[in-house]
């Protein structure tokens, strides 16, 4: 029994939040791998481009919500959603047109683009704590448990109750979805091809007749679906709060780096690596551990490793040691 009980403590504070965490991961360094991939830099604008999208989702669930519009049992936020995905891609593209636009055609150098893509991180940043407020926006409605830790008790007996959130549900079931769209729309349809095609060898692409204007608009569409979605989900989990989103920038980047930038399957995985290192590492085990020792052996001190006020240096010390070990990740990355 006791052993049980070890294991769904587990469950629910460790094994389901990392799933959930890792899926809005994967999403964001999907993103971040795409426009690496494809256009050739790295986009540090894209934890503010995820805030703007999830920004514009909170504020159309509010229009919703003031309405008395539903969703049933799921969150309103969902209904919301494809508006968010909409003003984010609004966004990218005015964005790309302004600026990232006049860069290529200058064939300026990858750094160039990246510290372009910081100036427009900073200013999304601003915009979005301009509109919303840089305080904590919690927007989830419906129904908040799947299983809650009391019926799970009654059901099983156990002493540790299981709670499985609506939104951490929703988050896996959309990750799930949503990659697998992507892979067949990069390996099925002609555009996802030529994306391929463009970022293994631009040259021999422009000479095939792929149109890289074309290539551009749709990789920044993409990555605008992609980056709300993440942002909605992880917003939807935990909290919405502007300058959080600037701080998921590192573990995104992480994620991506460890699988290999530029590997979309690689992007998943490292997803899942630093938000599992993450929540292990920084997981107190003494509930765990009193399950699972003999009295005598048991701990009297909490058992973490680290606090969770220095979750984010996990993932620092993780690219740290895949950067001096394996450079091109796990994957192989630098292509799509």
């Known amino acids: 029994m ?12 460790v094994l389901i939040p990392a799933i959930a965490y890792g899926s809005q991961l994967a999403l964001g360094a999907l993103g971040v791998t795409l426009i690496y991939g494809i256009l ?30 539903g969703f049933g049992v799921l969150p309103t936020a969902l209904l919301a959603l494809p508006f968010g995905i909409a003003a984010c891609m609004a966004l ?20 160039i683009l990246v510290i372009v893509s910081i100036g427009v991180m900073f200013v999304l940043n601003g915009l979005v704590r301009f509109i919303i407020g840089p305080g904590d926006q919690r927007f989830a409605d419906g129904e908040r448990f799947i299983i809650n830790a009391r019926d799970f008790k009654e ?43 463009y970022s293994d060898n631009e040259d021999l692409a422009l000479l095939s007749g792929i149109s890289p204007d074309r290539v551009v608009m749709v990789t920044w569409l993409i990555v605008a679906a992609l980056a709300t979605v993440a942002g909605v989900l992880y917003g939807l989990d935990k909290s919405f709060k502007p300058f959080t989103y600037f701080q998921l920038l590192l573990p995104i980047f992480a994620s ?38 003999p009295e005598s052996l048991e701990p009297s001190g909490l058992v973490q490793l680290l606090s969770t006020d220095y979750k984010f240096a996990v993932s620092f010390v993780i690219l740290l040691i895949v950067l001096l070990f394996r450079p091109t990740g796990l994957f192989r990355g630098k292509a799509v």
């Open 2 to 13: 006791d052993i049980l009980n070890a294991i769904v403590a587990l469950s629910n504070f």
């Open 40 to 69: 050739r830099f790295s986009n540090f604008a894209h934890g503010d481009t995820m805030a703007f999208g999830t920004m514009v989702t909170i504020l159309v669930t509010w229009w919703f919500q003031s309405m008395g519009l």
């Open 92 to 111: 990218v593209l005015v964005t790309d047109r302004m600026v990232y636009r006049f860069y290529r055609e200058q064939k300026a150098k990858p750094v």
């Open 155 to 197: 059901m099983t007996g156990l002493e540790e109750g299981l709670a499985f959130k609506t939104t951490q549900g929703i988050t896996v079931v959309t990750a799930v979805i949503v990659v697998a769209l992507l892979f067949w729309f990069l390996n099925r349809t002609r555009t996802g091809k030529s994306m391929r095609a």
């Open 256 to 293: 991506a780096i460890v699988g290999g930038l530029g590997s979309p399957l690689g992007a998943i995985a490292g997803g899942f690596i630093i938000a599992f290192s993450e929540v292990f590492i920084t997981y107190a085990w003494k509930k765990v551990l009193e399950y699972m020792l």
